[in-house]
């Protein structure tokens, strides 16, 4: 088994809940500097040539970071990241995806039509860029107020993968100079147990 | 239990997999195009302002089709549609999520900033509107030559969510004027397979 990775913060969330699981897998570094998650070799693995990819003994191929954290939660089951009966399962499943859907991809259009990085990958629309980085403090504003209830996490009393994503949303955003807004302090605090968990050092 | 439902693919999704689960639940029609889902009542059930939305008989709320989904899942476990073992259940996990952010996502896009209907909601980009647009075709193409291997599914040999999920990609590309292009054999196969699926008249 390998896992294919680098920088960018979807190699980082699977990291990250390897080292919560306890696993070690070997590793390949991508360098997404040098263009290798676009080399043939690469796009062999994985089509849209994009990291992380896992790769099975028998050379099966799993691509997306969910999903790679989903083949390892039924693989090594404890601790369950990804909630434990049907409803906290459903929880994990939304909160994930709300952190996905409001958060991550609002962080990402500022990234994608703004960064240097992507200019050669996509037509750019910066002004697009402007709006979506205007967003994004209302965004954590949101979860703010869904956190007031006092929970530690995100779906409810555990630690889960849906932390994970929208832990690595707050990494990502402070790259790319938008802290989350210090008056936020339901987010802060959450954000504060989040990222002192040893694992954030993956 | 109650399942706020209206308009779009998101309901139209959930509504599918009940269906192929056998499930029948009591449905609530939230009028999109009056607005209701925008309503403090509905804003209450969910703070997005989304549709669909369950609600279960203590009350707790699951948003988010996919997260509804997976609920009927663990509850009602046959046929499995997320697949029925690790490797099968991070298949259908990495389908999912390339269908939705290769395709749906592009789609979407093209919606968000170019309908009538969200004119009021964002701030439209019509050109980012025409770029995606123009990129829909390409990524049917990209769809067409993962399924050249001739499997029947997304995932492999069983129908499975992201069936569903690409399926309905399919009928959204049509109503906003983007067929899947003829040419593209193994996408036209597979949209025959799954929309002939007694389910897709839910």
Redesign the interface.
């Given at each position: 088994m390998k896992l294919y990775q680098g920088m960018g913060p979807n190699s980082y969330r699977v990291r990250i809940f390897l080292r919560e699981k306890g696993i070690d897998v070997p590793m390949v570094e991508v360098d997404f500097a040098k263009g290798e998650h676009k080399a043939p070799v690469f796009l062999e693995l994985n089509?849209?040539g994009q990291i992380p990819v896992?790769e099975?003994d028998d050379g099966?191929i799993?691509?997306?970071s969910?999903?790679?954290c989903?083949?390892f939660e039924?693989?090594h089951p404890e601790p369950p990241l990804f909630g434990s009966?049907?409803?906290s399962?459903?929880?994990v499943?939304?909160w994930n995806?709300?952190a996905e859907?409001?958060i991550f991809g609002t962080i990402g259009n500022v990234a994608l039509h703004s960064d240097a990085l992507f200019k050669d990958r996509?037509?750019q629309?910066p002004?697009?860029a402007e709006?979506e980085r205007q967003a994004v403090p209302r965004k954590w504003a949101?979860l703010d107020?869904?956190l007031a209830d006092g929970r530690p996490f995100l779906a409810g009393e555990s630690f889960s993968v849906a932390d994970i994503t929208a832990g690595v949303c707050g990494w990502l955003s402070e790259i790319f100079g938008m802290e989350i807004p210090a008056d936020l302090k339901n987010v802060q605090r959450w954000n504060e147990r989040v990222r002192g968990r040893p694992s954030w050092n993956a």
């Open positions: 089509s849209l896992l099975l099966a799993v691509t997306e969910v999903a790679i989903r083949y039924e693989t009966d049907a409803v399962r459903a929880k499943e939304m995806r709300r859907l409001v996509l037509t629309f002004a697009f709006t949101w107020q869904e």
